[in-house]
């Protein structure tokens, strides 16, 4: 099972594994099983029956061959996916600063129009509280702060699965789209030839231009780059990510 919160690569690395012969690899599968609406989600608990046709799903083809699904929805419920049937955990994760640049500029899910920011809100309180942190002011953020948020948060996921009792790897797609070794120990039925291909491949196909760390965050104002250093900056440097400049 690949996880992650969203912008992070894992339609990208779902695709990578279903191209291996023999395994069948999913991304979001359970949204389109269920049908419901994805902000609803946070509000069943994760053995509720609306999820029984993912459960089902997944159980008929493990007969098949390998199966998996790469899922950014709830990431919080994967313990509970752990007890239902046997999953391997990779948690995916971004450089903070592309993954919030795709966030907010060409998400449709995070857009602006007012279900959708609802829809939102009530996903990543739920995420945020899931981990046991303290709810920040968060009706005194603006959107930008919301969306750092976020990527908070994914980086928090993994320690707080481990915690659970999880085995987890953790995973940064900046080294699965350049080193053909690390790619190669997930996908092992791939050869030399596929693993380049995969990784040539616009990973952040949505967003056109410049999309390196030091452009992206040259073109941000003041007041969003002091958010994300304010919010996001523990998390860059526990993921050996660096913030331009400082």
């Known amino acids: 099972m690949i996880v992650g919160s969203g912008h992070c690569g894992t339609k990208w690395l779902a695709g990578v594994l279903n191209a291996q012969p023999g395994v069948r690899f999913y991304h979001e599968l359970r949204p389109t099983i269920t049908q419901t609406a994805w902000f609803r ?41 752990s007890k239902l049937i046997k999953v391997e955990i990779v948690y995916l994760v971004r450089n903070g600063i592309q993954q919030l640049h795709s966030l907010s500029t060409c998400s449709g899910v995070w857009r602006t129009h007012p279900l959708d920011s609802f ?12 981990i ?12 930008w702060e919301r969306l750092c ?71 941000w104002t003041d007041m969003q780059r002091d958010a994300f250093r304010r919010i996001c900056g523990d998390e860059m440097a526990s993921l050996d990510y660096e913030i331009p400049g400082d």
């Open 41 to 81: 989600l946070a509000e069943y608990p994760p053995d509720a029956p609306v999820y029984h046709g993912y459960w089902g799903r997944i159980w008929r083809e493990l007969d098949d061959g390998e199966v998996g699904d790469a899922n950014s929805w709830v990431p919080w419920q994967i313990p509970a996916v």
């Open 119 to 130: 829809a939102f809100d009530v996903w990543l309180r739920e995420m945020w509280r899931a």
């Open 132 to 143: 046991g942190e303290p709810d920040p002011p968060y009706d005194e953020w603006d959107r």
């Open 149 to 219: 948020l976020l990527v908070k948060a994914n980086g928090r996921m993994p320690a707080w699965l481990q915690a659970q009792g999880l085995d987890v790897t953790t995973v940064r797609l900046e080294d699965l789209v350049t080193d053909a070794e690390a790619l190669h120990q997930l996908a092992p039925h791939l050869d030399e030839q596929q693993l380049r291909e995969w990784q040539e491949r616009d990973v952040n196909r949505k967003v056109r231009g410049d999309r390196t760390p030091a452009t992206l965050w040259g073109q």
